[in-house]
């Protein structure tokens, strides 16, 4: 009995041991075909298949009427799998004429234990299929096996940018390195919106080499957000060519146009010259690849007496017709201050020494107001401070603190020298008098449309009253003067229309030495006068010989302001300029007039 019960439970141990073999198996089996499933599946897969990433095209950026400034089109880089190559240097003396790329290029790329190398980068669809038609044709007249035949060249999908309008928006616009990500300009601040999203397909794997036309997408590429600037193609090909034109015959360091519509902040043109090629940017300069309008500043010289006048105007120590004794020179603290030419002491009105440009008339105005309150209003028109355009790179600008002032500053900011602005900074300043005293930001974009087309506005431009409305009219008459027989521009005159403006010949800061050496050229105006509609702004840096704003930057002005107003069509106000008096004598011959003139 003993042996038996013995033998009974070994029987049952051997039945438990089998019963639990098989549930684990079975368990195992389940994990296998439903848990794991995929993965094991996944192995499988990869081991005949591999997956790369889909690149994906990035969103344009257009004009305001959208027409591509910047796009993506499609592009094939040339890879190769090296262990394929079966004589290299015979191989690459029948490929390298089909790509045009030197034999020793050619043979060095594709010699070596390498699975994958590149060949030829980004190119032409067009020169893969005539490098696989060649390379089909050299073929077939070998075996099917043959080590003649020439195989290890495979296409990978991607994309290239492209600039239609080439050098035409080059500093504002940008261009992309050769990753694909936003280099400068704007296709560097914005590469997050403008990228799209990269997609995957899979591909089968010959023996480690990609198999043409096994290709299959796993997941589409998302194409990037397309961008709609302010800017209008014809009126920045305006733009440009004046420009150019100006800094070429000047033998100038540079040059910037902007037009600006003042109400809404939005930049109709951005042009600056020099400028190059975005398409080509290998032997660019990083200098040449700058934006002048944000990332300059320099002293604005007589342009910066708007300001002056409009603060002193606005705290009522002045009116547009208060008289003023004008020296040629007038000493300050321990320096003497000079107007640009010698004359006998004058009696200017207040419209007087802004048509004429006197320093030392406009010296005697801020004197009217604290240097706190004269400080007060250069920061509330933007001095020191960005604009909010959003342009990579800007600059504030330089506004010392009050307490870094000596005996010399006030008066030296009085007309426009001891601080520096940006020429977008300038040009705001400027469409806050012709927009009734209101700052508005500006902007270069219109909005934003996704991969489907459907457009997203910007968001509104931010705005602060910096003066009144009386005192903006005010100013903008006595600026129609600058452009008048009797004022320093008038070359910026344009016939049917009122023009308001003011030129500067101001003297330019040196870096290499840290002292005044050259001048910046410089018109800033708007139109019509009385109610304006536009205002553009020409900077020249460091013209040679002749320099004064008004010879050089008017002309510029009234050639560029001309287009728009027509192009835009902005009829004439056919109203009537009625000038105010620039010196004593014509203001006592005006109020005469004035008092037997009937009501």
Partial sequence: ???????????????????????????????????????????????????KSLQAPRGEITDVNGVAFARSVAA?????????????????????????????????????????NMVYQNAQPALWQKLTQSIAQFNSQYPAMSPE??????????????????????????????????????????????????????????????????????????TGTTVR????????????????????????????????????????????APTFDPNNTSRVSLVAMRNPSVEDVYEPGSTGKIMTMAAVIEEKKVTPETVFTVPYALKRSDKVFHDHDKHVTQRLTTTGILALSSNTGAIQVEELISHKTFYDYLTKFGVGSKTGSGLPGESRGILPKIADWSGTSAPTMAFGQGYSVTAMQATSIFATIANDGVRVSPTVIAGTSDASGNFTPAAGRTSQRVISSETAQKVRLMMESVVSAGGTAPSAAIAGYR???????????????????????????????????????????????????????????KKVMSFVLQSRHIAPT????????????????????DATTPD
């Fill in 1 to 51: 009995m003993g042996n038996f019960s013995l033998a009974h439970n070994r029987i049952r141990i051997l039945i438990f041991i089998v019963a639990l073999a098989m549930f684990l198996f079975g368990l195992r089996l389940v994990q296998v075909q439903a848990v794991q499933a995929g993965d094991y599946r996944n192995r499988a897969v990869n081991e005949m298949e591999n997956t």
């Fill in 76 to 116: 094939t880089s040339i890879v190769v799998d090296q262990t394929q190559i079966t004589n290299p240097a015979r191989v690459a003396k029948f490929i390298a004429p089909i790509l045009m790329l030197p034999v020793a290029q050619v043979q060095a790329s594709i010699t070596g234990k390498r699975k994958w």
């Fill in 149 to 222: 035949r020439i195989i290890g060249f495979f296409p990978e999908r991607g994309y290239i940018r492209e600039y239609p309008s080439g050098s035409l928006v080059a500093s504002l616009v940008g261009f992309v390195n050769h990753a694909g990500i936003g280099a400068t300009g704007l296709e560097s601040s914005m590469n997050s919106t403008i990228s799209g999203i990269d997609g995957k397909y899979s591909f089968a794997n010959g023996y480690g080499a990609e198999i043409p036309g096994s290709q299959s997408e796993i997941f589409p590429a998302q």
């Fill in 229 to 272: 600037l302010t800017i209008d193609r014809d009126v920045q090909w305006v733009a440009s060519k004046a420009i150019s034109e100006v800094v070429k015959a000047s033998h100038a360091l540079s040059g910037t146009v902007i037009v600006m519509d003042p109400k809404t902040g939005e930049i109709l043109a951005h042009a600056t």
């Fill in 499 to 557: 023009v308001a403006g003011k030129t500067a010949t101001a003297q330019r800061i040196d870096d290499t030495c840290g002292c005044y050496r050259g001048y910046t050229a410089s018109f800033i105006g708007f139109a019509p006068a009385d109610k304006p509609a536009y205002v553009i702004s020409v900077t020249i840096q460091d013209p040679q010989g002749m320099h004064w704003g008004g010879v050089l930057g008017g002309p510029v002005f």
């Fill in 574 to 593: 056919n109203t009537t300029f009625a000038p105010v008096p620039l010196n004593e004598k014509a203001l006592v011959r005006k109020r005469a007039q």
